[in-house]
């Protein structure tokens, strides 16, 4: 790794990244960058550190040592909310929706814009926000449940509404966990579906077990084992590394 | 401001009518000057109330120490009432005419540097908001920033009622110490303990509970009502909306506490004097209970929470005085475990269904459908 060299269209750069919880390193010397516009997949066996790495990038959990550069900015030494305005967002493993709001309420409070208190209690529900909640509502196939309370839908249903949340603040880089666990067969069509056409114009990460659905989007799969990089390369290249057959595809 | 297409929906606008017309009307007509009064006393409970139904209704936020505030806003307006009290012609027996009695009893000779905005009334209409929001901004900043809530934000928020109460006992000489501020008499010269004074000051207190009200409806029906839900739901995922979730705490924090200090304020006015025994641990869960008992998260239950928590009180501890506090705790009880959401849930699930049925079997398809709520809006 030549410090100072890294070339400049990386979108996320994660250098030496450490984190140990009590001396246990969940996360050891890890490095990657992703490009712009590209679609990274993380997969790796339980307690890998997939989640973790997630977690480190959007301020969720801070780096013991390491580096993570976000357009150039330095997130490790940013608040979660401050990550989220410089255009990362995060979608958790279990759909994280508030359950109390209807779903138009669920987009609105996601919509970038009076972020402050102040803000918020001046905040106006006007055309334009009305048009893209209705915009995005569309896209996550819950267009007429806008006023329906988010604890009526069904799981797959909260993940889009989920994402949906995420689209609506238009990050640049978008982190998705297991996003199509716990669906249907159907609703993980229709979610593949979304997701290919809102990875458009924006950089994706994501965490997922399901194989056939990583060859379905992936540009580029990184293999995390006990906290490090096992192999990094194209879905074909990784499928056929013979230490990745070894402790992850093989069984 | 137009959030919704209205300020209070039908269900709301038919006990805002109905709560004014209880307090305006219906109260003052049909009691006594001394139920009144009392009345009047229980009412500021509701001020306490309906900060609560914000930052822990809504915000999920829950504070055992809403006393300290209901004090703090008490003490300011005892102190203005006190000097004015302690004229030179009134206290001329003391050996230092022309400071409050006790602080002659307690060997001092001037009134203390803290005191002396308090010979203003209009500082200490200023103080009575300002000094509880500071204090619950540094409180709130010091906890919600650090991520401090739950169950550890309680137990502090009680260890500091229990400070205070423990602060203004031993410092008598400029508290006043457990017996409080007493003997207050006039507010620019108009005799607060008349009876004619009491009834001025019951319409004062209710113009600015309503007041109160209508400022928590607006903040609940604004986004930032909206966050504290989601908030109390899922803070990681407002977080990761890109909200500072201890700015937003914060607020709910000090809304909750300026609200209480106004009716502390109003309570030392009606009363007549503030002592120590309304700031402390005791009084601050009460307030908590006429809070649940009403229902947590209506602005309205607040305040018939706490009107009626008040009148059992009164009437159980006039004729069994030790039953009281056994009451007031199973009364918590029956209330957390059978009716989590109190006084105004068994009234939307059970009373007001069927006013609905008898008002549309009489007027069938009446013009109040779902057409007047904003879309993807619901009105609750």
Request: glycine fraction near 10%.
């Amino acid at each position: 790794m030549l410090i100072g060299h890294q070339p400049k269209e990386f979108l996320l750069a994660v250098s030496g990244l450490t984190v140990s919880f009590d001396g246990f390193k969940a996360v050891n010397d890890l490095s990657f960058y992703v490009e712009e516009n590209e679609i990274r997949v993380i997969i790796g066996p339980n307690g890998a550190g997939k989640t973790t790495v997630l977690d480190l990038i959007c301020g969720k959990t801070k780096a013991t040592e390491g580096s993570i550069q976000f357009r150039g900015k330095e997130l490790t030494k940013l608040k979660e909310n401050e990550i989220v305005k410089t255009g990362v967002g995060r979608k958790f493993q279990t759909p994280s929706v508030f359950e109390d709001l209807s779903v138009f309420e669920n987009l609105e409070i996601s919509f970038p814009r009076g972020r402050s208190v102040f803000g918020s209690l001046t905040f106006q529900r006007d055309a334009k926000v009305k048009e893209r909640v209705e915009e995005v509502a569309e896209m996550i196939f819950l267009k007429d449940k806008l006023s329906t309370y988010a604890d009526e839908l069904s799981h797959g249903q909260k993940q889009w509404l989920e994402i949906g949340m995420l689209l609506i603040q238009d990050p640049d880089l978008l982190m998705l966990d297991e996003p199509v666990a716990g669906m249907s067969v159907s609703e993980r069509a229709k979610t593949a579906e979304l997701l290919n056409r809102i990875i458009k114009n924006r950089s994706v990460l994501v965490i997922e077990h399901d194989m056939k659905f990583v060859e379905d989007i992936a540009h580029k799969v990184t293999v995390l084992h006990q906290g490090q990089i096992l192999s990094e390369g194209t879905m074909e290249k990784v499928k056929n590394d013979p230490k990745v057959i070894e402790v992850y595809l093989g069984h | 401001m137009i959030i919704n297409s209205r300020f209070f929906n039908r269900s709301e606008l038919i006990g805002f009518v109905s709560l004014a017309v209880l307090l305006f009307l219906i109260l003052p007509l049909s009691l006594d000057i001394f139920r009144l009064n009392l009345v009047a006393k229980y009412l500021t409970y509701a001020f306490v109330g309906i900060g609560l139904v914000l930052c822990w209704g809504y915000g999920g936020i829950l504070s055992l120490g809403q006393g300290v505030f209901f004090g703090l806003g008490g003490y300011c307006m005892a102190m203005f009432l006190k000097l004015e009290a302690s004229s030179v012609a009134n206290t001329k027996i003391q050996s230092t005419p022309g400071i409050p009695d006790f602080m002659d009893w307690n060997q001092l000779t001037a009134v203390p540097m803290f005191w002396k905005p308090f010979y203003s009334f209009p500082l200490t209409v200023l103080a009575i908001i300002i000094v509880p929001g500071i204090f619950a901004f540094i409180i709130g900043a010091a906890m919600f920033k650090r991520r401090v809530g739950g169950v550890y934000f309680a137990i502090i928020t009680q260890a500091i009622a229990a400070i205070l109460t423990i602060l203004i006992v031993g410092q008598q000489g400029y508290t006043g110490g457990i017996n409080g501020i007493t003997d207050l008499r006039t507010l620019y010269g108009w005799d607060i303990r008349t009876d004619h004074a009491k009834f001025i000051l019951y319409f004062v207190e209710v113009v600015l509970l309503f007041g109160c009200i209508i400022a928590a409806q607006f903040i609940r029906l604004t986004k930032l009502g909206r966050i504290l839900v989601a908030m109390r739901e899922q803070e990681d995922r407002v977080r990761f909306s890109g909200y500072s979730v201890a700015n937003f705490k914060i607020f709910a924090f000090c809304a909750a506490a300026i609200f209480a200090a106004v009716g502390g304020a109003m309570f030392t006015l009606e009363v007549g004097f503030m002592s120590p025994s309304f700031v402390g641990i005791v009084p601050s869960i009460e307030m908590v209970i006429y809070t649940a008992v009403g229902g947590r998260m209506s602005i309205f239950g607040a305040v018939y929470g706490s009107l009626l928590v008040n009148f059992a009180k009164t009437m159980l501890s006039e004729s069994f005085p030790q039953l009281w506090l056994f009451g007031l705790g199973g009364l918590f009880i029956a209330v957390v475990l059978a009716f989590p959401s109190g006084l105004s849930g068994i009234w939307a699930d059970y009373v007001q269904p069927r006013i609905d049925r008898l008002l549309s079997s009489r007027k069938p398809k009446a013009a109040w459908t779902e057409s007047s709520v904003a879309d993807g809006a619901p009105a609750e």
